[in-house]
């Protein structure tokens, strides 16, 4: 069973008990059945948009390498995908063609020739049937690949046929789009770091699906297109890409923009050369150093004068390369020099402008003499509405005010004297209960007992007041 099969079992819409209905012939369901059909459609062309995009189709790489390069957006219809495909149960699936028809009328899938031909391919509507009166160069086109190689892209065909060609995969190739883009500009890149060589823009991105399969060739073919034609986010002439933060972003590669992209290129080959020499000349080191301890001068020498032909190598190159390193940073440099003169360019202009609006500085000089002139004139004429106002005589407020004291004194010295009377009346109701209190005991009371008990009311009851 191969890898792609394995993948696509796994999905929820391949369960076991659908297998025996996506492998029939469901292409003759298509009227008396249509959701059955849809649904079974729905499913294959989900299964195999994301067994592409995690690299289970058309791999290629030995076993040894880590990461194989895969078609992610692209899928070779041909016999090499049904027998994959095979099933040792149910044999091949019989309505492959059906799927490939309805997504190319979906235009979920395309022909890449006609997406490398036409940059109307991936917009909507429908393709729908050649219409003679409309001689529209899509129309011509869809209609001379029909007959040369045989493309069903709608009805009024003779029936669903399976055919050998390369469908691009719309929503992978977005997919991938996106996130390449985002990747770049999230970093907020000088216009330097903006501009690759495709050999350094392939060694970048080749992973931007897939962490462990690399985009193949043809995959990047159809990448630079769609973002170079369809989304205008780069700029793009077959050798140098130079990303585009903006729509008024220039759409031409300069020769300063190949010439950065070669620098970058180059020294990102010197850096693998570099790492390359030196494990080079750690791994003489090492067959020096067991030589030695196997007392085999000869092969010692020989690892000894080899690891001083690299580490010579590895000098020139790492004084290239800081030349190189030097001349990028230069470059940079200029680059952002620019960019500040253009802006300082821009303030200047903003500035003039603003100061042709205000006028000379003598006019300004005038404005601040009329303000400060009325703001004077306001005082003035608070001062004499102030002067304008009632009189009032200082001595009378002075009567009066002693008026009020006197009254507040008299009244403060009625009502203690009031607070004295009461406490004297309580004082001689207290005396009288005490007199009563001394002739109604018994003769055997003791006499004192009871004078004792009524000093200690009376002293009670003026240390309360006092409190």
Known sequence: MSSLLDYILTQDSFRKNRLPSLYSDFSIHKKTNPDGYHVNVAAWEQALTKAAKNGCISTRGGDSVKRTKSNHLILRVDEGLLHELESPELGRPVALGAVFEDAMWNRTMIPLQLFKASGGSLRKPQWGLID??????????????KQIRGVVIGPGSDGPRLQSQDLVLVENLQEAADKLVKQVMSTSPSKTELIYSRERFVESFA????????????????????????KGAIAYDGKTIKFRPGNDSPKEITQQDTTIASIKSLTATM????????????????????????????????????????????QVRL????????VYLKIEQAQDQIEYVKVMQASTGVLRGLNNQIGEVSKVEDVVDELREEMSRVDEIGNIMGEAGPQIDEDEIDDELQELESMEQKAKEEKEAETTRRKLADLDSLGLETKGA????????????????SIGKLSRMSVEENA
Request: hydrophobic share 40%.
């Open 132 to 145: 003679t009166t409309v001689l529209s160069p899509w129309n011509v086109m869809a209609w001379g690949l």
């Open 207 to 230: 992973t931007i699906l897939n962490e462990n399969s690399e985009l193949s060739d043809v995959d990047f073919d159809a990448l630079l297109l769609y973002l170079s034609r369809d």
């Open 271 to 314: 850096t693998r050369q570099v790492e390359s020499l030196e494990k080079k000349i750690s791994e003489l080191n090492v067959t020096a150093k067991a030589a030695l301890s196997n007392k085999n001068r000869v092969s010692a020498l020989a690892a000894v004068r080899s690891k001083k032909l690299a580490e010579r190598n590895l």
């Open 319 to 326: 004084d290239t390369l800081a030349q190189l390193e030097q």
């Open 438 to 453: 001394v002739r109604k005991a018994p003769l055997e009371q003791n006499v004192g007992s009871a004078l004792e008990e």
